[in-house]
């Protein structure tokens, strides 16, 4: 029973996500986003940076947290004719699956979630956002704009069970998003690209335990190179294309400030074609 519970969960998170993932990409910025998949990482960036935005007034309580989620299915039904009910159930029962068998099936225990990434989820739930907070611990400066999207999804139907299910989430979005790069693309540097990226994601990041916040950054970046490389392969609908290298970079280098020369692709694409 808990299992079921575990899964159907995981099946309204991605909804959640996924609404807003096409409401921003499809109602605000115009994108035409062919990947069903690419929807979820782009509702996931959008969320982050709407709990970061509602961290500066408010704490992230489970009141704000269960609007958020509520509002995600007034979405679906104001814009219901720009949706496939089917294709979207579809979809979702196949990635929730993915997310679950992810979830239930580590069975390693890592401290660094309850060293790191947990306390400052719980200041984020409790507190309105702390400046400076690394100087209360050092603990805090080891974290990243992902527990963002962990700590909005605290609310009163998922209890703090919510915070566990946007990352194997994300993971599953990133696996199905090259599987269907791969199949769909005619040109064969992309298609290549996609079987390595998706190749390397399931060899080396397959422990939900294990992904921190190492991972995630690294699928980002692998996202952000794809469109690099797609900006110059298909010479159709660039703007689209560069915005969407500036989103990736950006959300890469705020989850691992490691990654912070993802922002040299952007800058490339920029000063090579400043006249368009």
Do not use: W
């Not at 782009?42 to 958020?68: Q, V, W, Y």
């Amino acid at each position: 029973m808990d299992f079921l519970i575990i899964y159907v969960f995981c099946i309204l998170t991605s909804f959640c996500i996924y609404s807003y993932g096409y409401f921003i990409s499809n109602i605000i910025f115009k994108f035409r986003i062919n990947n069903f998949y690419e929807n979820i990482i782009l509702g996931i960036i959008f969320l982050t940076f709407l709990a970061l935005f509602l961290n500066f007034f408010f704490d992230l309580n489970s009141s704000i947290n269960t609007t958020i989620f509520i509002l995600s299915f007034v979405i679906t039904i104001f814009y219901k004719k720009n949706f496939d009910i089917v294709k979207i159930i579809k979809n979702l029962i196949i990635l929730s699956f993915i997310a679950f068998l992810t979830f239930i099936l580590d069975q390693s225990n890592r401290p660094d979630a309850g060293l790191y990434h947990l306390p400052y989820i719980s200041i984020l739930n409790e507190e309105k956002i702390i400046l400076g907070s690394v100087n209360l611990h050092f603990r805090f400066g080891h974290i990243s704009s992902l527990q963002y999207i962990f700590a909005i999804f605290n609310n009163y139907i998922f209890k703090d069970n919510g915070i566990l299910i946007p990352l194997t989430i994300l993971y599953s979005s990133f696996i199905l998003f090259f599987f269907t790069e791969y199949k769909k693309n005619s040109d064969i540097i992309l298609k290549l690209y996609s079987l390595l990226s998706l190749i390397f994601i399931l060899t080396s990041m397959n422990r939900y335990s294990g992904f921190g916040n190492d991972d995630p950054a690294h699928m980002f970046y692998l996202i952000s190179t794809y469109y690099f490389l797609k900006f110059y392969l298909k010479k159709t609908n660039l703007q689209e294309v560069f915005n969407l290298v500036v989103i990736y970079c950006i959300y890469t280098f705020l989850i691992k400030q490691f990654y912070v020369l993802v922002i040299i692709l952007p800058s490339i694409l920029f000063l090579l074609n400043f006249k368009k």
